[in-house]
T-cell receptor, first 111, second 118 residues
Framework: GEDVEQSLFLSVREGDSSVINCTYTDSSSTYLYWYKQEPGAGLQLLTY?????DMKQDQRLTVLLNKKDKHLSLRIADTQTGDSAIYFCAESRDRDDKIIFGKGTRLHILP | KAGVTQTPRYLIKTRGQQVTLSCSPI?????VSWYQQTPGQGLQFLFE???????NKGNFPGRFSGRQFSNSRSEMNVSTLELGDSALYLCASSLEGGRGSGNTGELFFGEGSRLTVL
């Protein structure tokens, strides 16, 4: 079955890089997503990557995909206090399939 | 463009009661998905509706049901409430555009309906 695993907590000093890791089990995953949830709000898409890509960069965000190991990571450069949130890794087999989420990684920024 | 609207935002029920939650998707979005979010289990997929039909379903018991109307608005219902049903219920809508349209299936989430069962 489909499963998405990620660590629950990460603490990073302001200005450092944050790296959030995720593993998934479904080898048919085609779309892989990172969503962000700020306190009291719904989730918002941060970035996505297709399974035929290894890397995607978008300003301070870098997504790396190792399809062989089914490992996805999100790197946030120059982490700011506004990056404090829960980050969800998610996958789906195709665009019209259900999207399965991990439990989320709570990113805490240290001063 | 208005976002996804969920009502009510907060509600308190007692065990055995039933509850109906409502979701209005972004205008033009035809797919509506429902998720249950709890601290222990994270975000769990309930079901997805597209053109008034349930297209995908998660692993929840039959007490959880939903429907979608012709205007794409959706409701979900939980009958015979249990304490463990206390959660944030999130609705998300997405745009359908057919294969090759460049649509990534991105979900647009509402702020959720927080249900407390006493």
């Amino acid at each position: 079955g489909e499963d998405v695993e990620q660590s629950l907590f990460l603490s990073v000093r302001e200005g450092d890089s944050s790296v959030i890791n995720c593993t998934y089990t479904d080898s048919s995953s085609t779309y892989l997503y990172w969503y962000k949830q700020e306190p009291g709000a719904g989730l918002q898409l941060l970035t996505y990557i297709f399974s035929n890509m290894d890397m995607k960069q978008d300003q301070r965000l870098t997504v790396l995909l190792n399809k062989k190991d089914k490992h996805l990571s999100l790197r946030i450069a120059d982490t700011q206090t506004g990056d404090s949130a829960i980050y969800f890794c998610a996958e789906s087999r195709d665009r019209d399939d259900k999207i399965i989420f991990g439990k989320g990684t709570r990113l805490h920024i240290l001063p | 463009k208005a976002g996804v609207t969920q009502t009510p935002r907060y509600l308190i029920k007692t065990r055995g009661q039933q509850v109906t939650l409502s979701c209005s998707p972004i205008s033009g979005h035809r797919s509506v998905s429902w998720y249950q979010q709890t601290p222990g289990q994270g975000l769990q997929f309930l079901f997805e509706y597209f053109s008034e039909t349930q297209r995908n379903k998660g692993n929840f018991p039959g007490r959880f049901s939903g429907r979608q109307f012709s205007n794409s608005r959706s409701e979900m219902n939980v009958s015979t409430l249990e304490l463990g049903d206390s959660a944030l219920y999130l609705c998300a809508s997405s745009l359908e555009g057919g294969r090759g349209s460049g649509n990534t299936g991105e979900l647009f989430f509402g702020e959720g309906s927080r249900l407390t069962v006493l």
